[in-house]
T-cell receptor, first 112, second 108 residues
Framework: KAGVTQTPRYLIKTRGQQVTLSCSPI?????VSWYQQTPGQGLQFLFE???????NKGNFPGRFSGRQFSNSRSEMNVSTLELGDSALYLC???????????FGQGTRLTVV | KNEVEQSPQNLTAQEGEFITINCSYS?????LHWLQQHPGGGIVSLFM???GKKKHGRLIATINIQEKHSSLHITASHPRDSAVYIC??????????FGTGTSLTVIP
């Protein structure tokens, strides 16, 4: 059974640009959540989707958005990138909300 | 004040030692997770707890809901256990809160 797949693994963008990251959950999983990890702030929750609906949202500005498709794949988008957005972005999938989560390897975003 | 506090921040142990990592939280929770992160970033979910105790191999996790405290124990520690261990809770509002992690190094 394939694990959670995040693409791309590494990304370098310039300030002001926008970026889209992708997460393909484990087959059959309907819940996808996104997290940002930085050395200064640690892990922080971005948002959670279940069956194409955003269930929860963390305390991030509106530049951070996401969506989930009918096949449960999810994307997150960051517009008007800032240097501080440089981070490891992780997604996790679970069968349902509040069941065991499985993490992807992450996308390491560098904003220059 | 962080909603989730972990201790210790750093831990060095000799191979074979019994290790305990503690997590205290201040919010009402529906579940508590213990995560393991190896260098390079990959995260593995070790346990999800809402009550009692769970065991998986050499790892044991306990939670005391009344005291808002959880512990992760590693018996017979091994160098491959070297990683950052992160405590995470799912709050009543379905928000996730994370501890800052405990960096464990097990020396052969």
């Amino acid at each position: 059974k394939a694990g959670v797949t995040q693409t791309p693994r590494y990304l370098i963008k310039t300030r002001g640009q926008q970026v889209t990251l992708s997460c393909s959950p484990i087959s059959g999983h309907r819940s996808v959540s996104w997290y940002q990890q930085t050395p200064g702030q640690g892990l922080q929750f971005l948002f959670e989707y279940f069956s194409e609906t955003q269930r929860n949202k963390g305390n991030f500005p509106g530049r951070f958005s996401g969506r989930q498709f009918s096949n449960s794949r999810s994307e997150m988008n960051v517009s008007t990138l800032e240097l501080g957005d440089s981070a490891l972005y992780l997604c996790a999938s679970s069968f349902e909300v509040n069941t065991e989560a499985f993490f992807g390897q992450g996308t390491r975003l560098t904003v220059v | 004040k962080n909603e989730v506090e972990q201790s210790p921040q750093n831990l060095t142990a000799q191979e074979g030692e019994f290790i305990t990592i503690n997590c205290s939280y201040s919010v009402g929770i529906s579940a508590l997770h213990w995560l393991q992160q190896h260098p390079g970033g990959g995260i593995v979910s070790l346990f999800m707890l809402s009550s009692g105790k769970k065991k998986h191999g050499r790892l044991i996790a306990t939670i005391n809901i009344q005291e808002k405290h959880s512990s992760l124990h590693i018996t017979a520690s091994h160098p491959r256990d070297s990683a950052v261990y992160i405590c995470a809770v799912r709050g009543g509002s379905n928000q996730f809160y994370f501890g800052t992690g405990t960096s464990l190094t097990v020396i052969p």
